[in-house]
């Protein structure tokens, strides 16, 4: 069965602090993203990734970085958390060009709040 | 730039009602649609797609069909289940990208 996991469900972090947000998918995937879902604001993508190394800013790129140094793991960073990254955080990954199956697999979640 | 208008939720029906869920897009040249499910608890899901015009896309009773003329890819079931309460999402996918731009969600509930 595919999969994309993401490492925790629930996660309690303080203002200030530095977040790591981790994700691996087992479907040799070369796109992986990272969106966030808030009420009314449906998702809004933060940032993607084409290849290992290669990262791409979206819509809604400010106050996150990420990483992808081997191809199965994405991960995303808030260099110092604010209560305004509170949110649910989904992580996905897709072939490229949805060359395959032309769809998105996502992972269940992590539901950040910041303090 | 490329956009997608979803209808207000939460839609509240009755067991076995029509639902439709209205999907508007702008986009240039000719996006790919798709119609994704989020159960309670979980990521999101593929329901349905349409990668050209007039192509319906249709699983689990449901169906949409892409509409260039009025730029929309409505959902609808004939009729829904207490089961089928979850949020649904419309999104696509520009000409020559690889990044799905979605709605804001609809949520549906279904009462017994």
């Known amino acids: 069965d595919v999969k994309v996991t993401q490492s925790s469900r629930y996660l309690v972090k303080r203002t200030g602090e530095k977040v790591f947000l981790e994700c691996v998918q087992d479907?040799?995937?070369?796109?992986m993203f990272w969106y966030r879902q808030d009420p009314g604001l449906g998702l809004r993508l933060i940032y993607f990734?084409?290849?290992?190394?290669?990262?791409e800013k979206g819509d809604i790129p400010e106050g996150y970085s990420v990483s992808r140094e081997k191809k199965e793991r994405f991960s995303l960073i808030l260099e110092s958390a604010s209560t305004n990254q509170t949110s649910m955080y989904l992580c996905?990954?897709?072939?490229?060009?949805?060359?395959?199956?032309?769809?998105?697999?996502f992972g269940s979640g992590t539901q950040l709040s910041v303090l | 730039g490329n956009s997608v208008t979803q209808m207000e939720g939460p839609v509240t029906l009755s067991e076995e009602a029509f639902l439709t869920i209205n999907c508007t897009y702008t986009a240039t040249g000719y996006p790919s649609l798709f119609w994704y499910v989020q159960y309670p608890g979980e990521g999101l899901q593929l329901l349905l797609k349409a990668t050209k015009a007039d192509d319906k896309g249709s699983n689990k009773g449901f169906e949409a069909t892409y509409r260039k003329e009025t730029t929309s890819f409505h959902l609808e079931k004939g009729s829904v289940q207490v089961s089928d309460s979850a949020v649904y999402f419309c999104?696509?996918?520009?000409?020559?990208?690889?990044?799905?731009?979605f709605g804001t969600g609809t949520r549906l509930q279904v009462f017994p």
């Open positions: 996905a990954s897709s072939s490229r060009g949805f060359a395959t199956n032309e769809k998105l697999f």
């Open positions: 999104a696509l996918r520009a000409y020559n990208t690889d990044k799905l731009i």
């Open positions: 990734s084409y290849d290992v190394k290669m990262k």
């Open positions: 479907m040799d995937h070369e796109n």
